[in-house]
T-cell receptor, first 115, second 112 residues
Framework: DTGVSQDPRHKITKRGQNVTFRCDPI?????LYWYRQTLGQGPEFLTY????????KSRLLSDRFSAERPKGSFSTLEIQRTEQGDSAMYLC?????????????FGSGTRLTVV | AQSVTQLDSQVPVFEEAPVELRCNYS??????LFWYVQYPNQGLQLLLK??????LVKGINGFEAEFNKSQTSFHLRKPSVHISDTAEYFC??????????FGTGTRLQVTL
């Protein structure tokens, strides 16, 4: 069990550029979650997958955001035409489907800074 | 919808003193409750959870929490804190939304 891995750890981008983050969950976990955390706030839910199916998306996930989990393993989160308000920590977490209520295992996050 | 409220944004405390971080939940249905800790520039680590059964829950690093249904609270306590406990602590709930909903966090600052 290598835990949940996120790449990159830090990303600085210019406003208007596109960025993509990757998350590798714990291998036997079929649920994968994306959260966003802005400075001084708790994590806010963005979306989650069960295997390759995206089951729920928050209204925070504007049309500039897209997430995929093509083979039910790793996931990517893409932000197009980044804005300064997108600056945040993006957290990925995973859990087994039948034990999701036991809590998630989080990755270390990707910190995005839009300049 | 369920939610959690963390009543203190910051809690300063001296090393070896006891500490309590407060959390109230709001839900008309059964909830599962959690405390997570976040060290600077890190993800979240699960401290403890309440699912059912005994209302006193023990977690890692000497922390414990008590589920109080009548007061809708789930306060986190530690009898003697260390400098290394300095971090952000988040209360979270899991209920009908089938996902974790977090509070705004409490910054625990331990000083000598």
């Amino acid at each position: 069990d290598t835990g949940v891995s996120q790449d990159p750890r830090h990303k600085i981008t210019k406003r208007g550029q596109n960025v993509t983050f990757r998350c590798d969950p714990i291998s036997e976990h079929n649920r994968l979650y994306w959260y966003r955390q802005t400075l001084g706030q708790g994590p806010e839910f963005l979306t989650y997958f069960q295997n390759e199916a995206q089951l729920e998306k928050s209204r925070l996930l504007s049309d500039r955001f897209s997430a995929e989990r093509p083979k039910g393993s790793f996931s990517t989160l893409e932000i197009q035409r980044t804005e300064q308000g997108d600056s945040a920590m993006y957290l990925c977490a995973s859990s087994p489907r039948d034990r999701s209520f036991y809590g998630y295992t989080f990755g270390s996050g990707t910190r995005l800074t839009v300049v | 919808a369920q939610s959690v409220t963390q009543l203190d944004s910051q809690v300063p405390v001296f090393e070896e003193a006891p500490v309590e971080l407060r959390c109230n939940y709001s839900s008309s249905v059964s909830v599962y409750l959690f405390w997570y800790v976040q060290y600077p520039n890190q993800g979240l680590q699960l401290l403890l959870k309440y699912l059912s059964g005994s209302t006193l829950v023990k977690g890692i690093n000497g922390f414990e929490a008590e589920f109080n249904k009548s007061q809708t609270s789930f306060h986190l306590r530690k009898p003697s804190v260390h400098i290394s406990d300095t971090a952000e602590y988040f209360c979270a709930s899991w209920g009908t939304a089938s996902k974790l909903t977090f509070g705004t966090g409490t910054r625990l600052q331990v000083t000598l």
